[in-house]
């Protein structure tokens, strides 16, 4: 069981920038894919950004493409989550979550993920 915290979600102006952070646990945290989420009021959770393990790749939703950037350091076991130019519309509780099956590739279900954060709060003033 991989245990996954957030913080760094706050409340900012729309064209401010946030920094997410997420804290994980396990010994083998270096060999999964790690992936943010977010989920607005009344939507579905949505796919944001995926890394693989090695952090040489990376995938986002078009919505945040060229605004947000998400990196990893295995050797804090951490993932992070950059978001520049920030929209009212991004305005969500953001989850980070674990992939212990795959560490490679494009995988954006929720499906695909087996552990997950207890979110943290964003909020996006106009």
């Known amino acids: 069981q991989v245990q996954l915290v957030e913080s760094g979600g706050g409340l900012v102006q729309a064209g401010g920038s946030l920094r997410l952070s997420c804290a994980a646990s396990?010994?083998?945290?270096?060999?999964?894919?790690m992936a943010w989420f977010r989920q607005a009021p009344g939507k579905e959770r949505e796919f944001v950004a995926r890394?693989?393990?090695?952090?040489?790749?990376?995938f986002y939703a078009d919505s945040v493409k060229g605004r947000f950037t998400i990196s990893r350091d295995n050797t804090k076991k951490a993932v992070f989550l950059q978001m520049n130019s920030l929209k009212p519309e991004d305005t969500a509780v953001y989850y980070c979550?674990?992939?212990?099956?795959?560490?490679?590739?494009?995988?954006?279900?929720?499906?695909?993920?087996?552990?997950w954060g207890q979110g943290t709060q964003v909020t996006v003033s106009s």
């Open positions: 396990g010994r083998t945290f270096s060999t999964y894919g």
């Open positions: 890394i693989t393990w090695s952090g040489r790749s990376t």
């Open positions: 979550a674990a992939d212990t099956i795959s560490g490679v590739g494009d995988r954006r279900p929720a499906s695909a993920y087996d552990s």
